[in-house]
């Protein structure tokens, strides 16, 4: 089992959609989450952490649920500019290491 | 406010060649360094992480090896490429102390083996 494992997608949307992706990690003890945005043949960008109690960035919403070990990013009213590969990320107590999940490719269409 | 810099931005290099990628870091002391491999339709990959100067681990064994000779200098090299080396390569920082490490990332070194 991997240990940070996503929905590759492609998710095809229409301009004004909300979409929603699950990523499930498998270590128990994992402390840190955070969502990345990579662009094609960019380097990922942090879009947000996730916090315990979830978050919410403009539109975005993030949340995280340990009982079941899964997080989860909410984008309301999709614009063509949100398309990209979101990435889940964990960082296990551990180290500093993170663990990036393989992406999640999003392609809003006008 | 920080920075960090990689070059050079792509790169096309013999097999059997050898390899020196550089990762500079600006604004921030004593940064925990990495360096991770992205295939072509593929997830990150670590290979290299560093907490100081001249500490190195290395994730997974293969033909490359790091270096840190600076506080905010990293280094990737190796001595003879393989095809299989090619790929995207970045370097992130992150800071030193605390959990959440939140890590920034290089625009990064597109790498081709022929």
């Known amino acids: 089992r991997k240990e940070v494992e996503q929905d590759p997608g492609p998710f095809n949307v229409p301009e004004g959609a909300t979409v929603a992706f699950n990523c499930t990690y498998s270590?128990?003890?994992?402390?840190?989450f955070f969502w990345y945005r990579q662009d094609c043949r960019k380097e990922p960008k942090l879009l947000m952490s996730?916090?315990?109690s979830g978050n919410e960035d403009g539109r975005f919403t993030a949340q995280l649920n340990r009982a079941s070990q899964y997080i989860s990013l909410l984008i309301r009213d999709s614009k063509l500019s949100d398309s990209a590969t979101y990435l889940c990320?964990?960082?296990?107590?551990?180290?500093?290491?993170?663990?990036f999940g393989g992406g999640t490719r999003l392609m809003v269409k006008p | 406010s920080q920075t960090i810099h990689q070059w050079p931005a792509t790169l096309v290099q013999p097999v059997g060649s050898p390899l020196s990628l550089e990762c500079t870091v600006e604004?921030?002391?004593?940064?925990?360094l990495y360096w991770y491999r992205q295939a072509a339709g593929r997830g990150l990959q670590l290979l290299f992480y560093s907490v100081g100067i001249g500490q190195i681990s290395s994730e997974v064994p293969q033909n490359l090896s790091a270096s840190r000779p600076q506080d905010r200098q990293f280094i990737l090299s190796s001595k003879k490429l393989l095809l299989s080396d090619s790929g995207f390569y970045l370097c992130?920082?992150?800071?030193?102390?605390?959990?959440?490490?939140?890590?920034?990332f290089g625009p990064g070194t597109r790498l081709t083996v022929t």
């Open positions: 996730v916090y315990s």
């Open positions: 992130a920082w992150s800071v030193s102390a605390g959990l959440g490490y939140e890590q920034y």
């Open positions: 604004g921030t002391s004593n940064p925990n």
């Open positions: 270590n128990s003890a994992s402390q840190s």
């Open positions: 990320v964990v960082n296990s107590y551990a180290g500093n290491m993170l663990t």
